[in-house]
T-cell receptor
């Protein structure tokens, strides 16, 4: 079983729609949580960190449920430029490495 | 300022050959990481340097893989006796501190072993 599991998609949604992704992690010692975005044939870029209380950055909202070991990302009013692969990422206390999920591919259609 | 740079951007080699991949981190970043990404998968951790020393090399798949960072800045990932299964994008990242500070990735080196 992978340490971080995501639905690979693809998700195809119309522009302006709201879309949500989820991921689950298996290591209960995980302490830091992130969403990274990766465009086709480009490097991953940090989209946002995920905090226990949930956090928002513009149209993006991230939630963490430690009891269920579940992370979510909500994108409101989606734009064509949101088309990318979204990677769920965790890190364990005391470890510096990032553990990535497989990624969820999103395409926003005009 | 300049981001993480990696050279070469593409490398084609034959099975059994030796390759070196270079990473130049963001100036002042003491932490440097190597990851490998296969098609359709997320990046997988290989090795982490804090300064000149490899603090965690638990992700290196076998002893054909080796990495150095002799002066605490530029790092080189070395792969001996390459195999077709080594074909992937090799990503380097750097950060100022722990993962909560964000890791900044370079554009990667696409390695193809024929």
């Amino acid at each position: 079983r992978k340490e971080v599991e995501q639905d690979p998609g693809p998700f195809n949604v119309p522009e302006g729609a709201t879309v949500a992704f989820n991921c689950t992690y298996s290591n209960s010692a995980s302490q830091s949580f992130f969403w990274y975005r990766q465009d086709c044939r480009k490097e991953p870029k940090l989209l946002m960190s995920v905090y226990s209380s949930g956090n928002e950055d513009g149209r993006f909202t991230a939630q963490l449920n430690r009891a269920s070991q579940y992370i979510s990302l909500l994108i409101r009013d989606s734009k064509l430029s949101d088309s990318a692969t979204y990677l769920c990422v965790v890190s364990t206390a005391g470890a510096q490495k990032l553990v990535f999920g497989q990624g969820t591919r999103l395409t926003i259609n005009p | 300022g300049a981001g993480v740079s990696q050279t070469p951007s593409n490398k084609v080699t034959e099975k059994g050959k030796y390759v070196e991949l270079r990473c130049d981190p963001i100036s002042g970043h003491t932490a440097l990481y190597w990851y490998r990404q296969s098609l359709g998968q997320g990046p997988e951790f290989l090795i982490y340097f804090q300064g000149t020393g490899a603090a965690d090399d638990s992700g290196l798949p076998n002893d054909r893989f080796f990495a150095v960072r002799p002066e605490g800045s530029v790092s080189t990932l070395k792969i001996q006796r390459t195999e077709r299964g080594d074909s992937a994008v090799y990503l380097c990242a750097s950060s100022l501190g722990g993962p909560q500070m964000g890791q900044y990735f370079g554009p990667g080196t696409r390695l193809l072993v024929l």
